[in-house]
């Protein structure tokens, strides 16, 4: 199970910091109450940012892991959620995922992914990120009624600049992760 973990430093200072050392679970997600002998499992790390890592805790009676995702980070997706959100706003603002690619994974650059790779790439971050917008935007229609499911017009509507949007709208729409798609949301894997 993962959960979000509103963490106030950006991932160069999370790293250098090495926070997920003193993260602290205040109670088992599965019993609340306690006794269920919740223990610190250590960590895991991500691919991207470079010497990120996500504390985790063990359940022995759920038979579970928890971890605690901090607010900047993508769910399932690797990178940060401003790294997720320049991707979708180039291809915003270029026109097409196609018209993209060279903005996004340009094919010169080191450990370039082919263009192959690259369209994946970019369609996967573009439909989860729009189907995390429609959501909230369903969700939510007291705040966002008439808003587009794009990255530029959720900026709009939050009046804050790009990179800042999925960070800004994964702490607004705290108690409804467990029901968003990734990358802003927790809803686990699996139908539904």
Do not use: N
């Not at 180039?90 to 369209?119: C, F, M, N, T, W």
Request: glycine share 10%.
């Amino acid at each position: 199970m993962q959960l979000f973990w509103k963490y106030p430093l950006a991932d160069e200072r999370y790293v250098t910091q090495r926070a997920w050392e003193g993260a602290i679970l205040d109670s088992c997600p599965f019993h609340p109450r306690g006794g269920c002998g919740l223990q610190k499992l250590g960590s895991y790390g991500r691919v991207e940012p470079a010497g990120v890592r996500v504390p985790r805790w063990w359940c022995p009676q759920q038979g579970a892991s928890v971890s605690l995702l901090p607010s900047f980070l993508a769910a399932r997706l690797p990178g940060t959620l401003g790294d997720v959100e320049h991707v979708v706003a180039a291809v915003e603002a270029s026109g097409s995922v196609s018209a993209a690619v060279d903005v996004v994974h340009p094919p010169d650059a080191p450990g370039a992914i082919g263009l192959l790779g690259a369209l994946r790439s970019i369609r996967r971050r573009v439909r989860a990120v729009r189907a995390a917008l429609l959501a909230i935007a369903t969700l939510m229609p007291e705040r966002f009624a008439g808003v587009r499911p794009t990255v530029a017009a959720f900026r709009q509507a939050l009046g804050v600049a790009l990179g800042e949007v999925l960070v800004t709208l994964r702490a607004v729409v705290a108690r409804h992760l467990h029901a968003l798609p990734v990358p802003l949301g927790l809803r686990p894997r699996g139908p539904g």
